[in-house]
């Protein structure tokens, strides 16, 4: 079937920078979304890559490689507010509308 | 403002008691959908709607019902429900004008099955 896969638990100091990433198996995908939830709390989008590449919002970025069936989300200058978990998505071409997460990323921050 | 509203946000029932947990868009999203969230296991889809009276099943649609009457509400429905159906649900909804839309997640409905 189709599968994400990511790390379980992430851990960096604050300042630092941190990348998750998340690989897949399947034959075609629209593009690779990452979500944030603190806490068990609502979910909240951060980035999308629909093209292979990098894409930046502020301190947050995400990168895309196709070809290597594999994204990453990177976090700089990380703040404490950043401990959170976060989940990467697609939605697979061929499968209707189901949008698939991955198992997601526990990220905790230090001082 | 823009939201997403589930109800109730916790729920305790025993099981075989038929429960609907609510959900509402004011936001004229044709596209709405229900997950659920399990230590482990991520988020998994279990119905989806793209639009007015058009439902289909995500990855885990066993033991649940949906309906989507009006534009705004896609309830779950829960006809009778089971201890392995604990878990933490998340309704979500989004607008389907472009390639890609970004999901807008109720604050969640934590259900006890006992």
């Known amino acids: 079937g189709q599968s994400l896969e990511q790390p379980s638990e992430v851990t960096a100091v604050e300042g630092a920078i941190v990348q998750i990433n998340c690989t897949y198996q399947t034959s075609g995908f629209y593009g690779l979304s990452w979500y944030q939830q603190h806490d068990g709390g609502a979910p909240t989008f951060l980035s999308y890559n629909g093209l292979d590449g990098l894409e930046e919002t502020g301190r947050f970025s995400s990168f895309l490689s196709r070809s290597d069936s594999y994204g990453y989300l990177l976090l700089q200058e990380l703040q404490m507010k950043d401990s959170a978990s976060y989940f990467c998505a697609v939605l697979f071409t061929g499968g209707g509308n189901k949008l698939t997460f991955g198992t997601g990323t526990q990220l905790k921050v230090e001082l | 403002e823009a939201q997403v509203t589930q109800n109730p946000r916790y729920l305790i029932t025993v099981t075989g008691k038929k429960l609907t947990v609510t959900c509402s868009q004011n936001?004229?999203?044709?596209?709405m959908s229900w997950y659920r969230q399990d230590p482990g296991l991520g988020l998994r889809q279990i119905y989806y709607?793209?639009?007015?009276?058009?439902?289909d099943k995500g990855d885990v649609p066993e033991g649940y019902k949906v309906s989507r009457k009006e534009k705004r509400n896609f309830p779950l429905i829960l006809e009778s429900p089971s201890p392995n159906q604990t878990s933490l649900y998340f309704c979500?909804?989004?607008?389907?004008?472009?390639?890609?839309?970004?999901?807008?997640f109720g604050n969640g409905t934590r259900l006890t099955v006992t």
């Open positions: 979500a909804s989004s607008s389907v004008d472009r390639v890609f839309s970004p999901l807008h």
């Open positions: 936001m004229n999203h044709e596209y």
């Open positions: 709607s793209m639009n007015v009276e058009v439902t």
